[in-house]
């Protein structure tokens, strides 16, 4: 193949927008140039205090699931939502990732979702407050 020059690149730059308009004029191309990408999940995260986020997790790992015997986080959103992709565990700081289907995301589910993690930081206080309090 000969090297490159000005004449040849040329041609092939001039070359490639033409194809380009002839596959969008030919009936026997499929019409690749209309791709249209759609939302159809959507990932949220929720930062909560570094001590809230402890508590539910110390309380988790010692009932193996939320605190005073009731479901985690985890469990209660993945019920929620539909094969939901739930992620706490304290490596990006003290937040709780999910994301759901965009015919769940609405203001009713975002309501429910901030309702179960509000009551299991409130349920994880008062077991790490007790917990606490029989060690001393």
């Known amino acids: 193949m000969p090297p490159f020059n000005e004449y040849t690149l040329s041609i092939l730059f001039t070359r490639i927008p033409l194809e ?3 596959a969008k004029k030919s009936p026997q191309t499929p019409d690749l140039l ?3 990408a759609e939302v ?14 402890l ?3 110390r309380a988790e790992d010692i009932l193996g699931g939320g605190p005073l015997g009731n479901k985690s986080i985890c469990d209660q959103l993945t019920a929620l939502l539909r094969a939901a992709e ?3 565990n304290g490596h990006f700081g003290p937040n709780y990732f999910f994301s759901m ?6 203001k009713r589910n975002h309501g ?3 309702t179960i993690i509000r009551n299991q930081i409130i349920k ?6 007790r917990m606490d309090k029989q060690k001393a």
Do not use: P
Request: glycine share 0%; net charge negative; with cysteine.
């Open 20 to 22: 380009i308009e002839m």
């Open 34 to 36: 209309k791709l249209k």
């Open 40 to 53: 159809t999940r959507r990932s949220y995260c929720i930062e909560v205090d570094v001590e809230d986020f």
């Open 55 to 57: 508590a539910v997790e």
């Open 86 to 88: 739930v992620e706490y």
């Open 101 to 106: 289907d965009i015919e769940e995301d609405t």
């Open 112 to 114: 429910k979702i901030l």
């Open 124 to 129: 994880a206080r008062r077991y790490v407050a």
